[in-house]
């Protein structure tokens, strides 16, 4: 069985914390539960030390987790272009049609 350091080996029985058997990719012994556990905690903890030249921004902080930095950058940039798209008018109007028939 294959084994990463610092990690224990794949098992496909159920603890007693369990409710059932672990969920696994077919033909293989990947435990869906763990790559998940595994691929969050990348995200959250990921510090690039080396950095590309093409991924360096005034707003990307070289101490903190690159891919949460990334996906709040998304997150606001996406914020941003819904809020713009916005037609004030049908802001407007909405506001006037809650207000009549919430007064």
């Known amino acids: 069985m294959l ?16 409710t059932g ?25 990921f510090i690039d030390e080396t950095p590309a030249e093409d991924e360096v921004t005034e707003e990307i902080d070289l101490t903190l987790p690159l891919y949460l930095q990334k996906l709040q950058e998304v997150g606001f940039k996406m914020l941003k272009s819904i809020v713009k ?6 802001v407007l109007w909405f ?9």
């Open 95 to 103: 506001r006037l049609k809650f207000w009549k028939n919430h007064s």
């Open 3 to 18: 084994q990463v350091a610092d990690e224990e080996p794949v098992r496909s029985q159920t603890s007693e914390a369990d």
């Open 85 to 90: 798209s916005l037609a004030m008018t049908q």
């Open 21 to 45: 058997p672990d969920l696994v990719i077919w033909g293989t012994n990947v435990v869906v539960s763990k790559c998940k556990r595994k691929f969050k905690r990348f995200i959250e903890e």
